[in-house]
Every structure is written in C-alpha cells, then in structure tokens.
C-alpha cells in the first residue's frame, strides 16, 4: 500500500510539473508574435513541447494513459500560450464596468481554457504518431498545424495568434505567405522552432541535426524568394485619386452615446479637414462610428455633403437597419459599411457576414439572455449577418473587397465570389482594446492578407493602426496606435493572383501530407 501511495504522489507531482511548464512554455512562446516578434522564444516553447511530449511517451503506455497525459500537457500549453497572448480582450469588459466587469474572468481565463482544447487534441494525435527519433518533430508539426487549420473553421472559427505569425513580422518571410497562406507559415514556424529537440534524441549527430537543416535550408530558400519577390515591379497606383484615411481615436465608451453625437461628428469633421484636403478624392472612416443610424439623419448626411463639397466620395462604417419585413417583430441590423456621394446620397452598402461571437451576437442567446448577458455592442436586439460576401462598388475606384473588423483574420476567406476586387478595404473598431497587443496583432493579420492575396490594403481604425499597405505588404502610409489625425495617398495597384489566391490549400495539404509520412515512417522504424 505505502509503494502505491508513493508511486500515485510522484505521478501526481510529476504531472502538476508538467501543467506549470507547459502553461509557462506557451506563455513565453506568444512573445513570438505582434508586437513583440521576439523569435527566439517561439523556439523555446515548442522544442519545451518536444521535451514534454517525450516525458509523456517515457511516462506512460500506448493507448488512454498516453491519451490523457498529452492531453494535460498540450492544454496547459495552449492555456499559457493563449492567455499570454489575449489577455488583451479583458479590456473590453471594463469599457462597461458596471454591466460586465464581473464577466472579466471569462474572457481573459475562459475564453483561453476552450482555446487550449485545440493544443490538447493536437499532443494527443502528436502522441498518436510519436517516436523517438527526429521524426517525431514531424509528427508534432503536423498535429499542430493541422489542429491550427481546423480551429479557423470550428465553431464560426478563431485562427488569431497562430504560430506562423510569427513570421508576419518579417517582410521577407512573410512573402512565402503568397504561396502556402498562414496555415502554410504555421507547418515551418512550429517545425522550425522544435527542430532544436531533436537533438535530445538517439541516434547519430547528422541524423539529429536533419531536421534542423531542413529547416535552415527552407528558411534560406523563403528569404531568397522573399527578397526576389520584393524586387519585381510594383504596379502603378490608381491615376486621380487621393485617399484620406480619418482617425478620430474617441474613447470607445463615448461611442455608443447618443448624447454625444454632436462632439464626435464635430470632430470627424475637424480631424478629416486637415491640411490637403482638397486634394481628397475619397474620404474613408472607420467602423461604426455614429452613436445613430447614418441614413436616417438626415442633418449627418447635410453635414457629410458639405465635408465632401462637390467632389469626394465617402466610405465609412456604419450599422444599416432594414424594415421589419413580414412576419418579423423588429427591425433587422447590420454591422457594415456605406458610401456616402458628394451630394449626401446613399450610393451603396455592404453588409458584415462574419459576425463576433458576444460582441454582435450571443451564442446560445436563449440561455444566456436568461441570465442577464448581452453583446458588447449596444443595438435593440442582435446584429444579423449579411447573406454573403459582396464586391463593394465605390465611384472612382475599383471594386473592394470589404473587411468588417475582424473578417480579416481569415485566410482565403476574405474575397467575394465572381470578379476579383482590386484592393482590401479593412474598417474596424479596436478602441475596445486600449493601447494592448491586441489591435498590433489584429492589424498584422489584416497586412497578412495584402500579401496572399496581392491586393492593396486600405484600413481606418478607430484607434490605430490605420495604414496604406501595397500588394506586397509594405507600407505607403500609417497613423500608430493611439493617434488621431489622417493618413493620406494613393491607391497602390493590384498585382496577379498569387499561387495563394488561385490553389488555396492545396499546397497546406501537400506539406501536411509529407509530414504525416515521415511521422509514420519514423514510428514504424522506432
């Protein structure tokens, strides 16, 4: 009895030490990614996952013993790295205090904890396709992306802080995204920062160091491509038009008030007058900016006209409401955006299809209503989504493609069907957020898709950033986190699709493919 009891305590040691390490492992890895792009921790945390999961494979037998302690070991990681690198969305809980600080545990804790359930099933597969050789950091590269792949499509989807954006804070590196898309970049950053751990196992020195050669040699050929692609010729910006991107940085608990309607619209007006604006072709503003229903104020639309005097044209964010239609209670209200002519006339609108679950809908809204939650932004009732993703026609431009607040997180995902738009445009609100990570990392995801789709981006935010970006990712203008004022130029033109845009996952499929037969070619020789 006494071996038993001391046996199960140094099980249950062990296994405490090994949540903490993993919880710590994840945390330091999400330095890694926007802001900070502090590389090297990024290769910490996941060679620390080889580590772990060879302690699972040491501790335990094949079968639900295995199972469950990768399970533990891949949550608690996931748990550090996603509560390290989200902790940023508690500030939304505190714009309203008194209606949901005392939610602020669930979206800074909960949210992670569901989160982590993808890491945990990905060191089960891992554990499923594990050996002791080199191989396994295949194996663990290939669960990893794999479950990175399915988390941006399982319920509505989240693919934010993936491993491979790591990459994104690199130019050079990032332009292989207009081959494999992030999904792809997520396959080499997770191989590349394990590669090191493979050292910690059997085997010959050249055998242990292979995948970390093949590493360095796909890093080598990516900033050959990169630097190539850099150098091909830049298409030539859209003749006669200047843009004028307005940043007007109201504190986000001021925006929904209706009593503050003349301040905020006093100072769209005073921050889009800046010097040069008679040179403004088109006016873009962020989204949902008006504490009211634009097209039912008819002063708003005066004031719009005279702003655009004759001659501009604006594009802003703005919730639409339809009339109840029959058999309907209540109006129904879209999160989107508008374009507004120079005479004040409403010329068209696009509807926001991707909609953010508990800031514009609850999910499982008849329990949760039952106890007193709603969502984060304030409109008798729930936004609706629109039906599909549309073109955005917009006199004097090409067609856009629009991005409503986060709808530019998703990967092959951001493009209507039929004709392809020329340009992204990206409204969003990340006042909810401060001056956090969050809106950094929002917007290199937005920068992402310029460059896997080669398209330019045009993005206003409420609070930053707000920029210009060319089809390659490089930046023509920017206004930082926390400043107002406007951000001025050109469109930049589209180039061709790249193999991105025209293969989408196929080459994600390819690379997880040759990971999964090395994976199983190394357990079977184990």
């Not at 639309?301 to 655009?308: F, K, N, P, S, V």
């Not at 964010?317 to 409403?346: D, H, K, T, W």
Request: hydrophobic share 50%; with cysteine.
């Amino acid at each position: 009895m006494m071996e038993k009891r001391t046996t199960g305590l140094a099980g249950t040691l062990a296994g405490w030490r090994a949540v903490i390490l993993g919880m710590v492992a994840g945390a330091i890895g999400s330095f890694a990614l926007a802001p900070y792009y502090f590389w090297p921790t990024l290769f910490i945390a996941m060679s620390t996952a080889i580590v772990m999961l060879d302690g699972v494979a040491a501790r335990t037998s094949k079968g639900r013993a295995r199972w469950r302690a990768a399970f533990i070991a891949g949550w608690s990681f996931g748990f550090g790295w996603f509560v390290a690198g989200l902790w940023w969305l508690g500030m939304a809980f505190l714009v309203e205090p008194d209606q949901f600080a005392l939610l602020l545990p669930l979206g800074v804790l909960g949210l992670p904890a569901v989160l982590a359930i993808f890491y945990g099933l990905a060191f089960v597969l891992a554990s499923v396709l594990w050996s002791s050789g080199p191989a396994r950091i295949a194996a663990f590269a290939f669960s990893l992306a794999l479950i990175e792949w399915i988390r941006g499509y399982v319920f509505t989807g989240f693919p934010w802080n993936m491993p491979g954006m790591a990459l994104a804070g690199s130019l050079t590196f990032s332009q292989t995204a207009s081959l494999i898309g992030a999904y792809g970049l997520n396959v080499i950053a997770i191989f590349a920062a394990a590669a090191p751990a493979a050292f910690l196992g059997p085997g010959s020195w050249i055998r242990r160091a292979g995948p970390l050669i093949a590493s360095a040699c796909v890093m080598v050929a990516m900033v050959g491509f990169g630097q190539w692609r850099l150098s091909q010729p830049t298409p030539p910006d859209r003749a006669g038009v200047m843009l004028r991107i307005m940043q007007p940085d109201v504190p986000q608990d001021a925006k929904f008030r209706p009593q503050n309607r003349d301040a905020i619209m006093a100072r769209y007006f005073s921050v889009s007058s800046a010097p040069g604006a008679e040179k403004v072709t088109h006016y873009i503003w962020p989204e949902s900016p008006f504490p009211f229903l634009l097209t039912r104020d008819a002063k708003a639309l005066e004031q719009i006209a005279d702003m655009l005097k004759g001659r501009a044209v604006l594009v802003t964010g703005a919730v639409r409401a339809r009339p109840v239609l029959p058999g309907e209670v209540s109006n129904a209200y879209f999160n989107g955006i508008q374009v507004i002519g120079s005479a004040g006339q409403v010329l068209g609108h696009a509807d926001k299809v991707h909609l953010v679950p508990f800031g514009e809908y609850l999910p499982l809204a008849d329990w949760l209503e039952a106890l007193g939650l709603r969502t984060f932004v304030p409109v008798p009732g729930v936004f609706t989504p629109g039906e599909k993703r549309v073109a955005l026609p917009v006199p004097g431009l090409p067609d856009a493609a629009p991005l409503i607040c986060y709808e530019a997180i998703f990967p092959g995902k951001v493009l209507p069907d039929g004709a392809r738009p020329l340009w992204l445009l990206n409204v969003t609100n990340d006042a909810w957020f401060g001056i956090t990570p969050g809106p950094h990392q929002h917007f290199a995801q937005a920068r992402l898709r310029s460059i896997e789709e080669g398209l330019p981006l045009v993005r206003a935010a409420n609070n930053g950033i707000s920029a210009i970006v060319d089809s390659f990712g490089r930046f023509r203008a920017q206004l930082n986190l926390g400043e107002t004022g406007t951000v001025d130029g050109p469109l930049p033109g589209a180039i061709d699709p790249p193999i991105f845009t025209q293969m989408q996952s196929f080459p994600l499929m390819l690379m997880l493919v040759l990971l999964g037969v090395i994976a199983l070619l190394g357990r079977h020789f184990d």
